[in-house]
């Protein structure tokens, strides 16, 4: 690989005329597009696997990423070179397929597999305070802290790949907050962001770390359970509904009871053959809970 001439990139101190910027300023990757988009990564080792595999400090669950798809790695002169650790779609740097070690340059932009594209930069402390910030704002939900539809909707399409190319199972369970008009009529509204927030709260105690809970409107959330069955993914929307119903929201020092309805569904499925067809099936799924009398679970039954 070449940056405009014929010879291959050397990996020495002299590739990387910004070298004074990197001792006063700390390294980072930051996501530019693909399922982790916002995150940053502080470049704080001297090797940094990336890939989908666990254990890779950087694990992104982009389907065109090999388990074990590239590393960044911090010479003897303080030069980061990014190296392809022989993933199937390459690795790429500014458009150029990464064949042997290549020595990064602030602003570099690095792309894995088909969606995912990473920038490598210097920042100092406020900088990186700044872009973690900005990365919350674009991604997390305000109020609750927890991610916003705009993330779900990118990480349904990503999780969905994922499992059919992989032959997992992927489910997806639609909840919402039973009467929470009257709550918040009789209440306050308040008192309907803090029963929204402590519910979010008790949401994340209860799922894994690699599942993706969502704010998906007003008070309705949702949650991505990748490996998941339909089994699976409804003894945890009876878990859900279950500590819910027992959690006391105290609002002037009064508590209330908020019950939640779930819909849950799961693929493979074959009648639901893309992201949009799932939340629709589990936005239905759902509705028949609500309509069933609330504080209850309707679970898809899946059509092989």
Same mark, same amino acid.
Request: no cysteine.
């Given at each position: 690989?070449?940056?405009?001439?014929?010879?291959?990139?050397?990996?020495?101190?002299?590739?990387?005329?910004?070298?004074?910027?990197?001792?006063? *300023?700390?390294?980072?990757?930051?996501?530019?597009?693909?399922?982790?988009?916002?995150?940053?990564?502080?470049?704080?080792? %001297?090797?940094?696997?990336?890939?989908?595999?666990?254990?890779?400090?950087?694990?992104?669950?982009?389907?065109?990423?090999? %388990?074990?798809?590239?590393?960044?790695?911090?010479?003897?002169?303080?030069?980061?070179?990014?190296?392809?650790?022989?993933? *199937?779609?390459?690795?790429?740097?500014?458009?150029? *397929?990464?064949?042997?070690?290549?020595?990064?340059?602030?602003?570099?932009?690095?792309?894995?597999?088909?969606?995912?594209?990473?920038?490598?930069?210097?920042?100092?402390?406020?900088?990186?305070?700044?872009? *973690?910030?900005?990365?919350?704002?674009?991604?997390?939900d305000g109020l609750t802290g927890v991610f916003n539809r705009r993330y779900f909707d990118e990480r349904i399409q990503s999780e969905y790949s994922f499992c059919v190319r992989h032959g997992k199972a992927l489910a997806l369970l639609m909840i919402d907050l039973d009467h929470f008009k009257t709550v918040n009529d009789s209440y306050g509204h308040v008192a309907g962001d803090k029963i929204l927030t402590e519910f979010a709260a008790l949401l994340t105690r209860m799922i894994r770390a690699e599942d993706v809970l969502a704010r998906y409107g007003g008070e309705e959330f949702a949650i991505i359970c990748r490996d998941t069955d339909v089994k699976k993914a409804s003894i945890l929307a009876e878990r859900i509904r279950y500590a819910a119903a027992a959690y006391d929201y105290v609002v002037g020092n009064r508590p209330i009871q908020v019950t939640v309805s779930i819909g849950v569904v799961s693929v493979p499925d074959r009648e639901l053959q893309s992201p949009t067809e799932i939340i629709e099936a589990a936005d239905e799924a759902l509705y028949k809970a609500k309509a069933k009398g609330r504080n209850c679970i309707i679970t898809r039954q899946v059509l092989s």
């Open positions: 690989m070449t940056r405009g001439s014929d010879e291959v990139t050397a990996v020495t101190a002299a590739s990387a005329p910004r070298l004074v910027d990197a001792e006063e *300023r700390a390294a980072h990757l930051v996501v530019l597009s693909g399922t982790n988009v916002g995150q940053i990564y502080p470049l704080s080792e %001297r090797e940094t696997a990336i890939g989908r595999a666990e254990g890779s400090a950087i694990q992104l669950m982009d389907a065109g990423i090999s %388990r074990h798809h590239s590393m960044v790695e911090r010479n003897e002169d303080g030069v980061f070179v990014v190296r392809d650790t022989g993933s *199937r779609n390459g690795t790429f740097v500014n458009n150029e *397929r990464v064949e042997e070690p290549y020595a990064l340059l602030d602003g570099d932009k690095i792309q894995l597999g088909v969606m995912t594209i990473l920038k490598f930069s210097y920042d100092d402390e406020l900088e990186a305070t700044y872009a *973690r910030k900005m990365y919350d704002a674009a991604l997390r």
